[in-house]
């Protein structure tokens, strides 16, 4: 099994924690995995994907580049560079919320998902990228869920333990998501 994941957004919407939430979770697993990463000049408002390959076996090349398996594309400025990035047979995860416009390639699958709408209705719309990888996880099979929340208690630490319950919350909002998607 070797998935290679493009995670992205604009600065500020959790691109990156989604892809080193996921490399936690592969060494939780003791999975092989590699992650780089690309931002925009700003801190926040910049384009910024995480690149990561999650694999059983030894990673010779650590390139993610027009070939990923499993895209996500969290805001409008970055939708179409993350469905050109995917391969053919790739799943792309749109949060439907914030990517208004969505273009045809029928070689991809796009699910389109309200992340940001619900996150918002949860009360912080900053768990928006923990709902996306939520529903990312659970419909690919990538990667265990228990993996993913150790992962994330692990990132909390003592710092943000006060932030966990929500991040929790808001994965499984993610999984429940991706099972209503998948139902259709």
């Known amino acids: 099994m070797k998935y290679k994941c493009a995670f992205s957004g604009s600065g500020g919407q959790g691109a990156a924690l989604m892809a080193?939430?996921?490399?936690?979770?592969?060494?939780?697993?003791?999975k092989q995995v590699v992650m780089t990463?690309?931002?925009?000049?700003?801190?926040?408002?910049?384009d910024s994907t995480g690149f990561v390959i999650v694999s059983d076996d030894p990673i010779g090349n650590p390139i993610v580049e027009s070939d990923a398996d499993i895209g996500v594309a969290m805001s409008e400025s970055i939708y179409q560079a993350s469905l050109e990035g995917l391969k053919d047979g790739g799943v792309l995860f749109v949060n439907s919320s914030m990517v208004k416009t969505v273009l045809t390639r029928?070689?991809?699958?796009?699910?389109?998902?309200?992340?940001?709408?619900?996150?918002?209705?949860?009360?912080?719309?900053?768990?928006?990228?923990?709902i996306m990888l939520g529903a990312v996880v659970q419909f690919t099979k990538m990667l265990s869920i228990d993996s993913i929340i150790a992962a994330l208690t692990d990132a909390m630490g003592k710092k943000k333990a006060s932030?966990?319950?929500?991040?929790?919350?808001?994965?499984?909002?993610?999984?429940e998501l991706a099972e209503k998607e998948a139902a259709k």
């Open 106 to 130: 029928p070689e991809v699958t796009q699910v389109l998902l309200p992340v940001s709408g619900l996150a918002q209705d949860m009360g912080n719309v900053r768990v928006a990228n923990i």
């Open 20 to 30: 080193k939430l996921t490399c936690y979770a592969g060494i939780k697993e003791s």
């Open 37 to 46: 990463q690309t931002y925009g000049v700003e801190q926040r408002g910049g």
């Open 163 to 175: 932030l966990l319950e929500i991040n929790i919350q808001a994965l499984n909002a993610g999984i």
